[in-house]
Each structure stands twice: as structure tokens, then as C-alpha cells.
């Protein structure tokens, strides 16, 4: 492993609920994988440990092959999963993504685990935002994601902001080398998203000679 994982906890953010997509996204394909199947190869390559938090029990679940826990603050969004996640770690940081992301990429954790040694809150800051869903976190953080969940305020970002917390937050320019389009922090929330994403991976697959 390029860099040490040893003492971090890869956290998949499973939640279920598909709202926007309107069928259940976790099991959607792309590319011969369900969009869980694609987050989860990625982070084995990386992480030993995995974690994958869902919002409540489902019998989809039952022969995962990784550890599979329930929010325990329900109905908290991604902030409740990662309380969830962080709390049930074995290691003393975590990250965490979320299973409707295609296009994660080990290079791209690697850099961010690189650039924010030490720190509790290791955060990529786009031109369109804080990316909390793609993030490293200590569990210093957990104080404090109970204290927002219990006041309802679920905006994982304003961690970032928490002056007793040590953040690094990650400029575009510190990835645009191995990423440069930031496909790594792409969801798919929408059919139009899912339509999206099939197109990047055949427009990949032609380029790498049939490889995605």
C-alpha cells in the first residue's frame, strides 16, 4: 500500500433512501457492477477495515462481504452516518464515502490521506463546495457530530468551520493533477446523473482499449 492505511476505517455510506432517483440506487448497475459493488472495490484496495452504514436493516444486505451497521442517531442523513461510522470504527480515523460515487478513485484517497496527516477533518474544497462525503475524519469529530445531530443540524461542512477540530481542506489544484475532472466526487442522484456516468465509463473503456 502506497500509504498507511493500517489505522484507518473505510466508511461506505449506504443509506437507501433514492429519493430523487426513485428506485433504490445502491443496487443500479454501471459498467457489469451495482453502484455499492464499485465504491466498495475501490476502497479495498486501500483499507482493510470497511464498515458499510445503512439507515436501516435490509435483507440485501445479508451476505455482504464486509460488516454492515444501522444509524444509531436515525434519521440524521449522512451526518448520522458518519457518527455511525465513526463511533464503530476500529481505527481512530475514518473515510468515508458514499456508495452512489462510480468514479472513486484510489490515487485520489491516497493524496488526500497524504496531504492531511494528523489532521481530524481532511476535506476537498471544489468550486462548487465542501466535499464532505468524500472526506477523512478522527473521531475528535464525534463531540461534535452529536451535538449538530441532536440540534438538527445536519450540514456535515460546518465540521470544517469548528475551530477546536485541525482541518485541512484540499484545493482543486492540490488533485487537478490526478483527477481533472473531479469525477471522484460525482453522485448519482438522478437518472440523468446515471445516464452521465454510463457515457464517461464507455468513452473510458474505449480510450484503455475495453478496460474501465
Not at 50 to 62: G, K, R, S, T
Not at 140 to 153: G, V
Amino acid at each position: 500500500m502506497g500509504v498507511e492505511t493500517s489505522r484507518i476505517t473505510g466508511i461506505l455510506l449506504a443509506g437507501g433512501k433514492s429519493r430523487r432517483m426513485g428506485q433504490d440506487k445502491r443496487f443500479l448497475e454501471l459498467g457489469g457492477l451495482t453502484l455499492l459493488d464499485r465504491a466498495l472495490s475501490a476502497m479495498e484496495t486501500l483499507f482493510s477495515d470497511i464498515l458499510v452504514v445503512v439507515a436501516e436493516p435490509d435483507p440485501q444486505f445479508a451476505s455482504l462481504r464486509h460488516a454492515v451497521v444501522t444509524d444509531l442517531i436515525p434519521g440524521c442523513a449522512t451526518l448520522g452516518g458518519l457518527y455511525t461510522g465513526l463511533s464503530l470504527a476500529k481505527h481512530p480515523r475514518i473515510f468515508a464515502c458514499a456508495c452512489d460515487m462510480p468514479f472513486v478513485d484510489r490515487a485520489v484517497i491516497e493524496r488526500m490521506i497524504q496531504l492531511g496527516q494528523g489532521a481530524d477533518v481532511v476535506m476537498a474544497k471544489l468550486a462548487s463546495g465542501l466535499q464532505p462525503v468524500h472526506a477523512i475524519y478522527s473521531k475528535a469529530c464525534l463531540p461534535y457530530l452529536e451535538r449538530m445531530a441532536r440540534a438538527n443540524r445536519l450540514k456535515v461542512q460546518e465540521l470544517a468551520a469548528e475551530p477546536a477540530l485541525s482541518v485541512r481542506l484540499v484545493a482543486e489544484s492540490e488533485l487537478v493533477d490526478i483527477d481533472p475532472q473531479f469525477l471522484s466526487f460525482l453522485n448519482i442522484n438522478t437518472q440523468a446523473d446515471l445516464e452521465f456516468a454510463r457515457k464517461l465509463l464507455a468513452e473510458r473503456r474505449t480510450s484503455q482499449g475495453g478496460r474501465a
